[in-house]
């Protein structure tokens, strides 16, 4: 029978760890750089238990402190976990080359994200000289519902769940053409489905246009997607969008089967 003071001593051991992670999930692209008072007001801790924190996340090389300013910020052990984790995805490892054929060929921005509940995470930006402006860096996230990627890796999902994803979202209007309705989504899904691709100007951004396919696994299952950026003008050009939904549908049906996708 476990002591009663071994159980407390886990417990505290527990909500320590539950802290320490709460810290390091205050950084993001929005605020990559903090002061101790800032993550304590977010957080809603008192700051010497949030200094205590950042000094072991310090130590453990996970933060760095830039000693002018006071900021901490991402260490180098982020970025050692992050290539440990990227080394062991095949879907990662299959798409890079892929997706930088496809973004010196037809010289556009190339994309590969994953879902993360109702928002998706890209993992891999190609760009060429001129799609600079496009470039989105690792760890970047877009809601499902309104990014071509996220739509066709709903579309390919069973309606239910991707219903259940479209509810649970932030839905709101990113420019006037967003579609934020649920039931006005689930159509489009329809069609995107029996497309093979999404399609999406004007709504996750204006005077940008996307144009998405699903990566999908042995058992037909979307475990990515990927994509390719370029202007809402160049897509409104019938050859060039018919080139692009081409090369996308190619490069993830290649994609696709070397995870072991076969078409019927």
Known sequence: MEHPHETGKKASDAKSVSKTLAILSTFDERTPMQRTSDIAARL???????????????DWGFLRRDDETGCYYPGTQIISLAGATLQDSDVYRYSFPELQLLSFRYGVHSHMSIQDDTEIMHLISCCCEHTMDLFVPMGHRQPMYCSAMGRIMLAYMPEAKAEDILK???????????????????????????????????????????????????DRNPVAAISVSTSANALSQPQREAELKKAIKITASRISGRLGYYPY
């Open 44 to 58: 809603g801790m008192n700051i010497s238990t949030v200094s205590r924190h950042l000094n072991t996340l310090l």
């Open 168 to 218: 649970r979202s932030n839905r709101e209007k990113r420019t006037p053409d967003t579609k934020v309705g649920v039931d006005e989504i689930m159509q489009e899904l329809k069609k995107e489905r029996q497309q093979g691709i999404c399609i999406l100007v004007n709504e996750l951004a204006y005077g940008k246009g996307s144009v998405a396919a699903p990566i999908l696994d042995r």
